[in-house]
């Protein structure tokens, strides 16, 4: 009675494992994007970053003041502005900074670029659900810990523990959907999990605000860690317990044996070199947003509440983007290859690049508006990367090459938004956001314009053949498939003398049977 029940459910499996990968992703990522809003309070009782003149919490608004604190930049002229007595300036920690810049970026992006490969590489080896146990769990006390800290380096250390166990999460999550996930489904699927960082980080604005202002307790930014340390600490007892291991599936394999890879020569070829390059400076874009966002908002906008105005739209504008992007990028690359998906990649970021400089441009009402537009454009790009990549690398190195990947791209991405601080003390802060988040969209939409002409699409010739043979190249291409290109003869064992056409050698595991995946 009980099997009979299981065999009945057993149709949930795959998004119930999809749910307990991507919250467990919100959850690492949640506790990764806090101190972007919580930096403010975290700089003033730790003391570290830099002072500013800031306008306090009296009830004025911008337009009825004569002078904007911003505006002095020695510490007794700030104390001397007031109305009538009321003195609406103060001289305080602004959550800005080297020291923050450090906290936020390369403290993190150190270790977690490391992990990565390094995790990549066992996840070729090991068994994935095991790994991604421990990882959770690792950096689930790793953030419940980061509310307790009493000093600026325990926050370093404690993040720099996080991001060793954050560093598994998408290598490890990667290859355990893309075996039990058909590939019609795999850019959605990617989609939605990769959502995670920004899941993690639209829900960071409201709590990271809203619960630190509640001072519950009096342990007013300290609760926003505990609690998601609690929530992370929960997935990780969901992915050890429930989850298992599938069957690794093999794309553009021998079927009767395993083809030497050379990892240097997946890595080395241009494609995947102009794919990272693209996908680093569109990170950078991106991550430079995430880390100033609020803190930028504050300063120009101090009387304007826009913690759920952010949070509504990188949560629900965002998604809506992701889930969008996914979707086209799996219909279309089923009739034009590979090269559509990039193609997906250059236009969204090309849509979303003016409406980013709207957001940092135009007052509150306006900023929005845009941003709302940008981030609908904007992040279909994160899932649609790693449908591309995991279609363009063989199983053998799959982990690991995806390790690799986020290893560049989140050091190039991750260490370059350190270089907002001092450009912004030469051309303003808002100057130097917009150049870092904005102009970075813009060049990543010609890097993937560019990256696009070196991606395999149909062939129109073989195109007839579509259908009538299923050991075709061209119905792998068409599926999107091009790990072969990969194995050149000298990796390749001779073709057996009873396959089909000679084509045995080709033939791609595209549908697994449903046991296989489960």
């Given at each position: 009675?009980?099997?009979?029940?299981?065999?009945?459910?057993?149709?949930?499996?795959?998004?119930?494992?999809?749910?307990?990968l991507?919250?467990?992703?919100?959850?690492?990522?949640?506790?990764?994007?806090?101190?972007g809003?919580?930096?403010?309070?975290?700089?003033?009782?730790?003391?570290?970053?830099?002072?500013?003149?800031?306008?306090?919490?009296?009830?004025?608004l911008r337009?009825?003041?004569?002078?904007?604190?911003?505006?002095?930049?020695?510490?007794?002229e700030?104390?001397?502005?007031?109305?009538?007595g009321?003195?609406?300036?103060e001289?305080?920690?602004?959550?800005?900074?080297?020291?923050?810049?450090?906290?936020a970026?390369?403290?993190?992006?150190?270790?977690?670029?490391?992990?990565g490969v390094?995790?990549?590489?066992?996840?070729?080896r090991?068994?994935?659900?095991?790994?991604?146990?421990?990882?959770?769990?690792?950096?689930?006390?790793?953030?419940?810990?980061?509310?307790?800290?009493?000093?600026?380096?325990?926050?370093?250390?404690?993040?720099?523990?996080?991001?060793?166990?954050?560093?598994?999460?998408?290598?490890?999550?990667?290859?355990?959907?893309?075996?039990?996930?058909?590939?019609?489904?795999?850019?959605?699927?990617?989609?939605?999990?990769?959502w995670?960082?920004y899941?993690?980080?639209?829900?960071?604005?409201?709590?990271?605000?809203?619960?630190?202002?509640?001072?519950?307790?009096?342990?007013g930014?300290?609760?926003?860690?505990?609690?998601t340390?609690?929530?992370?600490?929960?997935?990780?007892?969901?992915t050890?317990?429930?989850?298992?291991?599938?069957?690794?599936?093999s794309?553009?394999?021998?079927?009767?044996?395993?083809?030497?890879?050379?990892?240097?020569?997946?890595?080395?070829?241009?494609?995947?070199?102009?794919?990272?390059f693209?996908?680093?400076?569109?990170?950078?874009?991106?991550?430079?947003?995430?880390?100033?966002a609020?803190?930028?908002?504050?300063?120009?906008?101090?009387?304007?509440?826009?913690?759920?105005?952010?949070?509504?739209?990188?949560?629900?504008?965002?998604?809506?983007?992701?889930?969008?992007?996914?979707?086209?990028?799996?219909?279309?690359v089923?009739?034009?290859?590979?090269?559509?998906?990039?193609?997906?990649?250059?236009?969204?970021?090309?849509?979303?690049?003016?409406?980013?400089?709207?957001?940092?441009?135009?007052?509150p009402?306006?900023a929005?508006?845009?941003?709302?537009?940008?981030?609908?454009?904007?992040?279909?790009?994160?899932?649609?990367?790693?449908?591309?990549?995991?279609e363009?690398?063989?199983l053998?190195?799959?982990?690991?090459?995806?390790?690799?990947?986020?290893?560049?791209?989140?050091n190039?991405?991750?260490?370059?938004?350190?270089?907002?601080?001092?450009?912004?003390?030469?051309?303003?802060?808002?100057?130097?956001v917009?150049?870092?988040?904005?102009?970075?969209?813009?060049i990543?939409?010609?890097?993937?314009?560019?990256?696009?002409f070196?991606?395999?699409?149909p062939?129109?010739?073989?195109?007839?053949?579509i259908?009538?043979?299923?050991?075709?190249h061209?119905n792998?291409?068409?599926?999107?498939?091009?790990?072969?290109?990969?194995?050149?003869?000298?990796?390749?064992?001779?073709?057996?003398?009873n396959?089909?056409n000679?084509?045995?050698?080709?033939?791609?595991?595209?549908?697994?049977?449903?046991?296989?995946?489960?």
């Amino acid at each position: 009675m009980q099997s009979s029940v299981m065999e009945k459910l057993g149709f949930l499996y795959k998004p119930y494992v999809l749910a307990v990968l991507t919250i467990g992703y919100i959850a690492g990522e949640l506790g990764h994007y806090l101190i972007g809003v919580t930096s403010k309070a975290t700089a003033i009782e730790l003391v570290y970053g830099d002072q500013a003149c800031q306008q306090n919490h009296t009830d004025y608004l911008r337009h009825e003041l004569p002078a904007q604190c911003a505006d002095f930049v020695i510490e007794h002229e700030c104390h001397q502005q007031h109305i009538n007595g009321t003195v609406y300036c103060e001289w305080n920690y602004n959550g800005l900074g080297l020291e923050y810049q450090l906290l936020a970026g390369p403290s993190f992006i150190a270790v977690f670029t490391v992990m990565g490969v390094v995790l990549g590489v066992a996840a070729d080896r090991y068994n994935r659900v095991r790994m991604l146990f421990v990882c959770t769990l690792v950096f689930a006390i790793a953030i419940l810990f980061q509310g307790t800290v009493k000093e600026y380096w325990h926050l370093i250390l404690l993040r720099m523990v996080m991001a060793a166990g954050e560093a598994g999460c998408n290598p490890l999550a990667t290859g355990i959907m893309s075996d039990i996930f058909p590939e019609s489904k795999r850019a959605l699927v990617m989609a939605i999990f990769n959502w995670g960082i920004y899941g993690g980080y639209g829900i960071a604005f409201p709590v990271g605000r809203y619960i630190t202002k509640l001072d519950i307790g009096g342990l007013g930014w300290r609760v926003c860690y505990y609690g998601t340390g609690v929530l992370a600490l929960i997935m990780a007892v969901l992915t050890g317990t429930t989850l298992r291991e599938p069957e690794r599936q093999s794309i553009g394999e021998d079927a009767n044996g395993k083809a030497k890879i050379s990892l240097v020569k997946v890595l080395m070829q241009p494609r995947v070199l102009l794919l990272v390059f693209a996908a680093s400076i569109r990170h950078s874009g991106g991550m430079t947003f995430a880390y100033n966002a609020d803190l930028y908002y504050n300063i120009y906008f101090p009387d304007v509440d826009l913690g759920w105005w952010l949070f509504a739209v990188t949560i629900g504008i965002g998604s809506i983007g992701v889930v969008v992007g996914g979707i086209v990028s799996d219909k279309v690359v089923a009739k034009m290859g590979i090269r559509s998906r990039v193609a997906c990649l250059a236009i969204s970021q090309l849509f979303a690049t003016p409406f980013a400089f709207g957001s940092v441009y135009f007052e509150p009402l306006w900023a929005m508006i845009t941003l709302g537009i940008s981030y609908f454009f904007a992040e279909m790009w994160f899932g649609i990367v790693f449908a591309v990549l995991v279609e363009i690398v063989p199983l053998q190195v799959r982990s690991t090459t995806i390790g690799v990947f986020l290893f560049v791209m989140n050091n190039i991405g991750g260490n370059l938004p350190i270089l907002v601080d001092p450009l912004a003390k030469a051309i303003g802060y808002r100057g130097s956001v917009m150049f870092f988040y904005a102009g970075f969209y813009g060049i990543s939409t010609l890097l993937f314009f560019i990256t696009m002409f070196f991606m395999d699409g149909p062939k129109p010739e073989e195109s007839a053949t579509i259908g009538r043979d299923p050991t075709n190249h061209a119905n792998h291409v068409e599926m999107g498939h091009e790990n072969n290109t990969f194995q050149p003869d000298d990796y390749l064992p001779p073709p057996h003398s009873n396959g089909a056409n000679g084509h045995q050698r080709n033939i791609v595991s595209v549908r697994p049977s449903e046991s296989s995946r489960l």
